[in-house]
């Protein structure tokens, strides 16, 4: 089980967008926050990268407006994209340029069977993360 609290503001990761056939490059904030992620996780996680069926729980603490329009944050980002963000950071994955190998704490977000997900409101943003194998009790 791995169960890690990333601070910072939340990016989401939008579309990958292609000009003139090659895919644009992730933009700064969203790759600090990728690498946060990373780092965190894999600080708390020694051994092999988690393979087989895994769970996966996030809530997003994002920081409050001065005057919130409801009392949740339903509003953007949206809650997919700032999944989308997470999971790639959690994933091994081989750099395009250098071919080298980045290790994550699973070996593929293919292995995620099970996702729960939520937006809230707190002083403290960031992301609370919690991964599991099938069938592990947390």
Same mark, same amino acid.
């Given at each position: ?25 992730? /933009? ?29 729980? $996030?809530?997003?603490? $994002? ?12 509003? /953007?980002?949206? !809650?997919?994209? !700032?999944?989308?963000?997470? !999971? ?8 395009? /340029?250098? /071919? ?39």
């Amino acid at each position: 089980m791995i169960h890690a609290f990333v601070p910072g503001t939340p990016v989401p990761q939008g579309s990958v967008d292609v000009y003139r056939g090659r895919v644009v490059s992730v /933009k700064a904030p969203l790759r600090e926050w990728r690498t946060k992620i990373r780092a965190s996780t894999m600080a708390r996680h020694d051994g092999p990268p988690m393979d087989g069926p895994l769970n996966v729980s $996030l809530v997003f603490q $994002l920081a409050p407006p001065k005057k919130p329009r409801w009392w949740a944050p339903a509003v /953007k980002p949206d !809650l997919d994209k !700032l999944i989308r963000a997470v !999971l790639d950071s959690l994933s091994t994955t081989k750099n395009r /340029k250098t /071919k080298a190998v980045i290790k994550g704490v699973i070996t593929d977000d293919a292995r995620i069977i099970h996702i729960t997900a939520a937006k809230t409101y707190h002083g403290n943003p960031g992301v609370l993360i919690t991964i599991t194998h099938a069938g592990e009790t947390q």
